[in-house]
């Protein structure tokens, strides 16, 4: 049976919702290290349900918004809601495996809990301005197969316990000519996710 929500009750909440988008937006691009998020603006937020469908985006690249449940809904694929904690993230880029419109855009996932249970997930999609690969950049005209873009993760633990696991990171930073940089796009979306993540809660 449906629960019939009256309009002002909707409109308040979906209001609140684009508002923590647009907040976790900000952040993303305040604290973006590369050029490619800080000044390009390569990237989005969104926030999904615990069944990994769009509830709210702050539309900046059309070509993200159908990126987000694929990806999320990777996630809970490869980790079912029941193995998923609070204080986990995680992270794919995985074209096949995942939905992301190409290898180097990195989407990050944080689970939201609520009275201890799975109630959505804030995700974060940002260009990464290399990720290996036969050419500096990750994106050459002659690539005839995904491999020739670099590094490819699927549905992999980028966080535990509020804790960014090393061994990811190094990995990642091994496979790209701008280690730094990669990294540190990929924490500030990590702290886009978990703004949004505070504010839903």
């Known amino acids: 049976r449906r629960t019939m929500v009256d309009p002002i009750t909707l409109q308040v909440v979906a209001a609140s919702l684009t508002g923590i988008v647009q907040e976790m937006q900000i952040s993303l691009f305040r604290t973006g290290y590369s050029t490619a998020v800080r000044e390009s603006q390569d990237g989005s937020c969104a926030i999904l349900n615990a069944d990994g469908q769009l509830i709210a985006q ?119 000519r701008a280690p730094e940089v990669i990294c540190g796009d990929l924490r500030g979306q990590l702290g886009a996710c978990r703004i949004g993540e505070r504010r839903v809660q």
């Open 58 to 176: 702050h539309v900046v690249l059309p070509l993200h918004m159908g990126a987000f449940p694929a990806c999320t809904q990777a996630v809970l694929k490869a980790h079912p809601a029941g193995e998923i904690r609070p204080g986990d993230a995680f992270v794919i880029n995985h074209p096949y495996l995942g939905g992301s419109p190409h290898a180097p855009d990195f989407c990050v996932v944080v689970p939201v809990f609520a009275s201890e249970k799975l109630a959505a997930f804030c995700g974060t999609i940002a260009h990464k301005t290399d990720i290996g690969g036969t050419v500096p950049g990750s994106c050459s005209g002659q690539a005839r197969e995904i491999f020739h873009e670099g590094l490819h993760l699927p549905a992999v633990r980028y966080a535990v316990n509020g804790e960014i696991l090393r061994d990811i990171e190094a990995i990642i930073g091994a496979n790209s």
